[in-house]
């Protein structure tokens, strides 16, 4: 059969509507760079929604997916795997200290669906204590978590014994967590709710609360992990030591994955608490286990921080007064304007930059980690044209 309507006119048939698309169809991609059906090239400051850390089409995840695709594909947790196997070892290795048993899924709302499953379990307590802005999926469980109401209300009733405390206010933190308190599930930096870092004090100060009540921390790295803020793991900034670390989006390279890091607060977990038909697969590992190489080898959290503080310097010095404030951690940077971001995110485009927005009024940025100094200029530049 041939195919002879366009991407755009297929998806809008076929499509169900949830996403609101942008008029841009893209096929191709190499380290920051993305090309249209047209052969139109652009910078990427989207990364796939902070998918892209290592760069579009990576040759050490090429060959890997490559070699194991022709090797195995499928392999049920069930049962042991070589490369499964050797990616969990290195992963534990490299994140935080005591964070050595990991559960693998298959995307962010998976792992956050994961963890809270784990605390529950663990504690034997119901309540997750969620932060205003917050984002973590739209599965049920991870959607109670979430806060914006656009997201939540249609769906009502959502899962019991959720509430929402506002980021930053440790002494609302404090009230909230009681002695059916299983979970403080928070985001290192918020994303999607406005790209917003949280203050060293809050994050210990919640540590330490939920150290004293006997609830767990679970922090929410699914868009700051693997090196987006200038440290492989955002909670490295401050030292935290959470009792689970949730991971998803840049962790194998766009190649669909999550994952949950269980520290030494939480029970060993017996057989039929979870699972997951494709969680652990080999394909997944092998993409990932490249992934975990090029950060290291190409020194890409510290690439992130050092571009990131000159990318946060110069949009700072940019002179409009659309500018409210400028703030982010490593290539995880956000622009909050006095007007809607829309329009500038299409002029963006049209100039050849690919953004996001976090929330209304917020212009985010986070471009692969492997973007290049020229690049970022020019992204520079397209900013402040698009917001004269
Ligand atoms: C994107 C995101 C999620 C959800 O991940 P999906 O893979 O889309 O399910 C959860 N938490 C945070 C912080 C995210 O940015």
Redesign the pocket.
Same mark, same amino acid.
């Given at each position: 059969m041939t195919v002879t309507l366009d991407p755009r006119t297929l998806e809008a048939r076929h499509g169900t509507g949830v996403y609101a698309k942008r008029p841009l169809t893209l096929v191709r991609g190499q380290e920051a760079t993305l090309w249209d059906d047209a052969g139109r090239a652009y910078l990427d400051c989207a990364s796939g929604?902070?998918v892209a850390n290592v760069g579009h089409s990576h040759p050490r995840v090429v060959a890997a997916v490559q070699t194991q695709a022709a090797t195995l594909v499928t392999c049920q947790e069930a049962v042991h795997n070589d490369v499964r196997a050797v990616y969990l070892s290195e992963l534990a290795g490299v994140l935080p200290a005591g964070l050595d048993r990991i559960f693998l899924c298959?995307? *962010?709302?998976?792992?956050?669906e994961a963890a809270i499953k784990f605390a529950r379990a663990s504690t034997g307590r119901p309540g997750v204590v969620a932060a205003m802005r917050?984002?973590?999926?739209?599965?049920l469980g991870?959607l109670s978590a979430?806060w914006e109401a656009h997201y939540r209300e249609p769906f009502a009733p959502l899962v019991p014994e959720f509430g929402h405390v506002p980021y930053g206010n440790l002494a609302a933190l404090e009230a909230a967590i009681t002695d059916t308190t299983a979970a403080v599930l928070l985001?290192v930096v918020?994303?999607?709710g406005g790209v917003r870092p949280a203050s060293e004090e809050f994050l210990r100060g919640a540590q330490r609360l939920c150290r004293e009540r006997g609830a767990l921390l679970l922090t929410?790295?699914?868009?700051?992990g693997f090196g987006r803020t200038g440290r492989m793991f955002a909670c490295e900034h401050t030292g935290l030591e959470p009792d689970l670390l949730?991971l *998803?989006?840049a962790i194998a390279g766009g190649v669909?994955m999550?994952a949950v890091a269980l520290g030494p607060r939480v029970a060993q977990m017996t057989p039929g608490t979870h699972g997951s038909t494709f969680g652990g697969n080999p394909l997944a590992c092998a993409a990932a286990r490249a992934v975990l190489d090029i950060l290291r080898e190409e020194n890409l959290p510290a690439e992130a921080a050092r571009k990131g503080e000159w990318l946060i310097d110069r949009l700072r010095a940019l002179p409009h007064r659309r500018i409210r404030e400028v703030r982010g951690r490593g290539l995880m940077v956000g622009l909050e304007l006095r007007d809607r971001v829309a329009p500038h995110l299409a002029a963006l485009q049209e100039r050849g930059v690919l953004a996001l927005p976090a929330g209304p009024s917020v212009l985010r940025l986070l471009p692969p980690l492997v973007i290049s100094d020229a690049e970022l200029e020019q992204v520079v530049q397209a900013v402040d044209e698009v917001l004269a």
């Open positions: 929604q902070g298959n995307s *962010g709302a998976e792992a956050v917050g984002f973590h999926g739209r599965t991870a979430t985001e918020q994303g999607e929410d790295e699914v868009q700051t949730i *998803g989006k669909p999550g």
